[in-house]
């Protein structure tokens, strides 16, 4: 995008006003010199709702604050609902430029119309966002005399944005023994799911385990988010927020990307830690690639998400041969899948059908998922759900899968993991692979 001249703005923006006729909401989007979204989001440091997303490895990062309109629904027509919001919204916006994202969460659970997590939509008031180097800044605001103007001096306040460098406390060690929500549960649980399994009620289940972490000082989720993405590259680090505090990590799952027509997603299932050696990694490598248990249960995985793109009509979805996706402390079998989207389906609604896919539930899904809450001692609330954005227009959009990640309030953090039961599976290696994963987070907690 080229820059917008000062005097191109003020007239772009004044055409806007005048078009929005004092009704609906103006969007201004526009190049900046060079900002980090993660900085700026700490250094205005807004309550919440926030959103910030972040891949190092391709140079993309996207902070949100300060909503203008947002949604809250349960259910399970959440994601229709929230769709049916989406181009209400889309039809009072007034652009100057693209139209803007919107922040997305869904919760693992549906829950019901009284009871549960809430998905949510917001309209950010602010966003940054940084691709390859390029920084764009989208701002809203009401429609109605004078917005042109707060919008051009909003506008300035960015071009000239200041970081305030707030260095975080000492870092606290992790502690040798963490309090795991509801005790000793998992390995029976374990074993009864794979009796259940062998019964026929389902053909694979995820199970997770919730651990408590409290200290005397606050945790910083900021100083936390630099630590995630300074040492998970590949990842996409994220920040959303609940009501019981905020959700920070860094996930290796994407569960659904749209641009330009082209549908993305991914199969990440099946584990394992990383070698101390060179030689010793290889040779964990290669157990994974050539382990019935953990190809089943990718394969399930990855057969799952194929049929549920063409439930709705995504053309010529394909897989390739899973490879291995190299992690800081452990490996995944990673499958991606592409195809092209039909002209008359919307980002939220393919979405809803994807989530949540065998490697954070079960298979089949609808056998699976009502045995969980009967495991599980703790509420999964945003982990293991889909957090993200969608541009107003619902046809492109990112959503993730919130993995690797803890909640943090005030000095308080539940960190979450969890692992895949199918056939064969062994109480004592799916403990280690939860713990395995959580020191991803663990590891990060500042």
């Not at 995008?1 to 103006?26: H, R, S």
């Not at 460098?165 to 509801?182: K, Q």
Request: hydrophobic letters at 40%; charged letters at 25%; proline letters at 7%.
């Amino acid at each position: 995008m080229e820059p917008v001249k000062l005097l191109d703005e003020a007239d772009l923006l004044a055409k806007a006003e005048t078009q929005a006729a004092g009704t609906g909401l103006i969007s201004y989007e526009f190049v900046v010199p060079e900002l980090d979204p993660l900085a700026v989001l700490e250094t205005l440091d807004e309550p919440a709702p926030r959103g910030y997303f972040e891949n190092p490895s391709r140079r993309r990062a996207h902070a949100a604050g300060a909503p203008v309109r947002q949604w809250r629904g349960r259910g399970e027509r959440r994601f229709a609902d929230a769709d049916d919001w989406l181009k209400a919204t889309d039809a009072q916006l007034t652009c100057v430029g693209a139209r803007p994202r919107i922040i997305a969460t869904f919760p693992f659970y549906p829950g019901t119309e009284l009871e549960g997590a809430e998905a949510r939509l917001f309209l950010p008031g602010w966003q940054v966002v940084s691709e390859d180097g390029v920084t764009t800044v989208t701002l809203v605001e009401p429609a109605g005399p004078g917005c042109a103007a707060r919008l051009a001096v909003r506008a300035d306040g960015f071009r000239r944005f200041s970081y305030r460098s707030t260095p975080p406390s000492p870092r606290a060690p992790v502690p040798t023994v963490l309090s795991e929500v509801g005790g000793a549960w998992f390995p029976s649980a374990v074993l009864r799911a794979t009796e259940l399994i062998k019964e026929g009620s389902f053909e694979k289940i995820v199970l997770s385990r919730a651990f408590d972490w409290r200290r005397n000082e606050p945790f910083s989720a900021y100083a936390t988010l630099h630590r995630l993405r300074r040492g998970n590259p590949q990842c996409h680090t994220f920040l959303v927020d609940e009501d019981e505090g905020c959700l920070v990590g860094a996930t290796p799952e994407t569960l659904l990307s749209l641009f330009d027509g082209a549908v993305r997603s991914e199969s990440v299932a099946g584990t394992t830690r990383r070698g101390e050696s060179a030689s010793e990694d290889a040779s964990l490598a290669e157990a994974l690639l050539t382990s019935d248990k953990d190809r089943r249960e990718h394969t399930a995985v990855t057969a799952s998400i194929l049929r549920r793109l063409r439930m709705v009509g995504v053309l010529a979805a394909t897989s390739r041969h899973a490879e291995l996706l190299r992690l800081g402390n452990v490996m995944h079998l990673r499958t991606p899948i592409e195809g092209t989207m039909p002209a008359d389906r919307r980002f939220l609604e393919v979405a809803g059908e994807l989530h949540p896919t065998p490697a954070v539930g079960g298979k089949p899904r609808a056998l699976a998922l009502p045995f969980i809450p009967g495991f599980e001692p703790h509420q999964r609330g945003l982990y293991t759900g889909a957090v993200g954005w969608v541009r107003a227009d619902g046809q492109s959009g990112k959503l993730f899968v919130a993995l690797r990640c803890a909640r943090l309030k005030g000095a308080s953090a539940r960190a979450f993991a969890g692992a895949g039961i199918v056939a064969g599976s062994d109480p004592g290696a799916e403990a280690t692979e939860t713990e395995m994963k959580l020191r991803t987070i663990l590891e990060a907690l500042i």
